[in-house]
Nanobody, 118 residues
Framework: QVQLVESGGGLVQPGGSLRLSCAAS????????MGWYRQAPGKQRELVAS???????NYAGSVKDRFTISRDNGKNTVYLQMNSLKPEDTAVYYC????????????WGQGTQVTVSS
């Protein structure tokens, strides 16, 4: 059984910063991709950023140059450093881990709320 536990969400003023963490536990392939997604009220869940176990990153255009994704493979933990936050970044942020060994495995965390407001 794979578990993902997110932390670090909260309320921040526009222009502020937050750092999200997501720790994965259980039987996880060494070769995987971990990612952060977000879902705002009334909108579809969207990719924010992802990072492979080899360190290759991918960002949504709306967060590039403001957010940085990183990971600690030894701890199976992924981080999302969010700077210059805007009200439109308000959403529930979810992390996931995905790998393909014969078939795809995909697991999600429970989500953490990020609210950007003055």
């Amino acid at each position: 059984q794979v578990q993902l536990v997110e932390s670090g969400g909260g309320l921040v003023q526009p222009g502020g910063s937050l750092r999200l963490s997501c720790a994965a536990s259980g039987s996880i392939s060494r070769f995987n991709v971990m990612g952060w997604y977000r879902q705002a009220p009334g909108k579809q869940r969207e990719l924010v950023a992802s990072i492979s176990s080899g360190g290759r990153t991918n960002y949504a255009g709306s967060v590039k140059d403001r957010f940085t994704i990183s990971r600690d493979n030894g701890k199976n933990t992924v981080y999302l450093q969010m700077n210059s936050l805007k009200p439109e970044d308000t959403a529930v942020y979810y992390c996931n881990v995905r790998w393909v060994v014969v078939k795809e495995s995909l697991y999600w965390g429970q989500g953490t709320q990020v609210t950007v407001s003055s």
